[in-house]
C-alpha cells in the first residue's frame, strides 16, 4: 500500500518563501509529483521528480531525496495567486498509477 | 492545448439512481483515470484505463464501474448511486507521468 503525509494547512506572506513538505511511505516508488488546485479549479500539473535532488521551475522548486522518502515544493517569491491545495503524489510504477496525499492549503497574506 | 471535459459540472441524483459520467480527452492519450475528492483525503483512485477496453481498478472501485470503448472516452458509473457517492468526481488523462484533469463533476446524491 502507499500512504503519503503532508502537513494539511500553511500560511505565508506575500514575498516569502515557503516549504511544503512530503514523506511516503510505498511498496513501490517510480516518482513524486507536485499538483496545484485552486478552490472551484481542476489539480494541475508543478512538477516531477524520479531522481534525488532539485528541479526548478520558475519561482517553484521540487526536491526529492528517495533514500529518506521524503520530498518538498518550495515555493519563492510568494504572490497571492499562489493561494490554493498543493499535493504530492506518488507514481508506484511505470503505468503512472498515483497516490495522492491528503493535500497542504497554503493561504499567502499581503 | 490538452482538453479533458467532463459531462456535467453539477448532478443531483436520487438513491439507487444509475449514474454516468463521461469524460473525453483530446489528445490521444492511452491513460485515463477516475478520481473522487472529497475533503481532507485528497485524490482517491477509482478506475484506471491504460488502452481501450483496458482497466484496472484503483483503491476504491467498490461501488463503481468503467467503460472505455474509445482511446478518447472514458465513462464511470455509478450502478445504484448511494449517498455516501456524494463526491466530486476528477476525470484525468495521461502521456506518461504528467495527468491532465477535467474540471470535475460535483454529484449530490439525495
Known amino acids: 500500500g502507499q500512504s503519503l503525509e503532508q502537513p494539511s494547512e500553511v500560511t505565508a506572506v506575500e514575498g516569502a518563501i515557503v516549504q511544503i513538505n512530503c514523506t511516503y511511505q510505498?511498496?513501490?516508488?517510480?516518482?513524486l509529483s507536485w499538483y496545484q488546485q485552486h478552490d472551484g479549479g481542476a489539480p494541475t500539473f508543478l512538477s516531477y521528480?524520479?531522481?534525488?535532488g532539485l528541479e526548478e521551475t520558475g519561482r517553484f522548486s521540487s526536491f526529492l531525496s528517495r533514500s529518506d522518502s521524503y520530498g518538498y515544493l518550495l515555493l519563492q517569491e510568494l504572490q497571492m495567486k499562489d493561494s490554493a491545495s498543493y499535493f504530492c503524489a506518488v507514481a508506484d510504477n511505470a503505468g503512472n498509477m498515483l497516490t495522492f496525499g491528503g493535500g497542504t492549503r497554503l493561504m499567502v497574506k499581503p | 492545448d490538452v482538453k479533458v471535459t467532463q459531462s456535467s459540472r453539477y448532478l443531483v441524483k436520487r438513491t439507487g439512481e444509475k449514474v454516468f459520467l463521461e469524460c473525453v480527452q483530446d489528445?490521444?492519450?492511452?491513460?485515463m483515470f477516475w478520481y473522487r475528492q472529497d475533503p481532507g483525503l485528497g485524490l482517491r483512485l477509482i478506475y484506471f484505463?491504460?488502452?481501450?477496453?483496458?482497466?484496472e481498478k484503483g483503491d476504491i472501485p467498490e461501488g463503481y464501474s468503467v467503460s472505455r470503448e474509445k482511446k478518447e472516452r472514458f465513462s464511470l458509473i455509478l450502478e445504484s448511486a448511494s449517498t455516501n457517492q456524494t463526491s466530486m468526481y476528477l476525470c484525468?488523462?495521461?502521456?506518461?507521468?504528467?495527468?491532465?484533469f477535467g474540471p470535475g463533476t460535483r454529484l449530490t446524491v439525495t
Open positions: 510505498t511498496s513501490g516508488f517510480y516518482g
Open positions: 489528445m490521444d492519450h492511452e491513460n
Open positions: 484505463s491504460y488502452d481501450v477496453k483496458m482497466k
Open positions: 484525468a488523462s495521461s502521456p506518461f507521468h504528467e495527468q491532465y
Open positions: 521528480n524520479a531522481l534525488d
